[in-house]
């Protein structure tokens, strides 16, 4: 006697053949296209953001670079920081706006019109190495400058120089891991040239601390913070 279950299965076979979806179903044609297309995505994001990460760490390299030549010039009295109030822009005695713009000449891969909008700077003498304090410019998530200085101090005084630059975070994959400051509150100039303003950005930062030479050539106005 003939198996039941053959004798069910049989038309829907020979209605499967009859419509074509035998032949739809062993067609694999475009497969590749579809899986490529299901993974370009993420493919695409990780690639951008390994990019990116990469950037974060020359853009530090640069920044440390930078601040270690500029703060030379100061040590040496080459140049002077003379406080947040004088717009001097002689060669000895650059304003701030001068001053970021030297030391962003010394920071690759990133135009300088850009990188003095992203720049911040902190320079204050100390009597010595015991009294230097880290006031730190971030709380929470929120970067304020309004307390930053820019005074270099007089010869033989122990200088505290720090160099942040806040790199703006595009791959999702980074943000968790790299974002440190989604708020800037402005005095000195902003990321964008804004007052204020929210987004996603990366502080790089680098850090000197130095003893100013004691030569008589050296004319710092000793002023303060």
């Given at each position: 006697?003939a198996?039941?279950?053959?004798?069910?299965?049989?038309?829907?076979?020979?209605?499967?053949?009859?419509i074509?979806?035998?032949?739809?179903?062993?067609?694999?044609?475009?497969a590749?296209?579809?899986?490529?297309?299901?993974?370009?995505?993420?493919?695409f994001?990780?690639?951008?953001?390994?990019?990116?990460?990469?950037?974060?760490?020359?853009?530090?390299?640069?920044?440390?670079?930078?601040?270690?030549?500029?703060?030379?010039?100061?040590?040496?009295?080459?140049?002077?920081a003379p406080?947040?109030?004088?717009?001097?822009?002689?060669?000895?005695?650059?304003?701030?706006?001068?001053?970021?713009?030297?030391?962003?000449?010394?920071?690759?891969?990133?135009?300088?019109?850009?990188?003095?909008?992203?720049?911040?700077?902190?320079?204050?003498?100390?009597?010595?190495?015991?009294?230097?304090?880290?006031?730190?410019?971030?709380?929470?998530q929120?970067f304020?400058?309004?307390?930053?200085?820019y005074?270099?101090?007089?010869?033989?005084?122990?200088?505290?120089?720090?160099?942040?630059y806040?790199?703006?975070?595009?791959?999702p994959?980074?943000?968790?891991?790299?974002?440190?400051?989604?708020?800037?509150?402005?005095?000195?100039?902003?990321?964008?040239?804004?007052?204020?303003?929210?987004?996603r950005?990366?502080?790089?930062?680098?850090?000197?601390?130095?003893?100013?030479?004691?030569?008589?050539?050296?004319?710092?106005?000793?002023?303060?913070?």
């Open positions: 006697m198996n039941p279950k053959s004798i069910m299965t049989k038309p829907f076979i020979r209605a499967w053949r009859c074509g979806l035998d032949r739809f179903a062993r067609n694999t044609r475009g590749a296209a579809l899986e490529f297309a299901m993974i370009a995505l993420p493919l994001t990780m690639i951008f953001a390994v990019m990116e990460l990469a950037l974060v760490f020359l853009i530090s390299i640069s920044v440390e670079d930078a601040a270690s030549t500029m703060a030379r010039q100061i040590r040496v009295g080459t140049i002077t406080g947040i109030a004088v717009t001097s822009s002689t060669a000895t005695a650059p304003d701030l706006t001068t001053f970021k713009q030297d030391l962003c000449n010394y920071i690759l891969l990133v135009p300088s019109s850009m990188c003095t909008n992203q720049i911040q700077v902190d320079i204050r003498p100390f009597s010595s190495f015991s009294g230097v304090v880290l006031p730190s410019p971030i709380s929470g929120t304020s400058n309004t307390n930053l200085c005074a270099s101090g007089i010869p033989s005084d122990v200088v505290l120089m720090r160099v942040y806040l790199w703006p975070l595009l791959t994959f980074l943000l968790n891991g790299l974002e440190n400051v989604t708020t800037f509150t402005n005095s000195l100039g902003s990321p964008g040239g804004a007052a204020s303003g929210t987004g950005w990366a502080a790089v930062s680098a850090t000197e601390v130095f003893v100013n030479e004691p030569n008589a050539s050296f004319t710092g106005t000793g002023a303060t913070c």
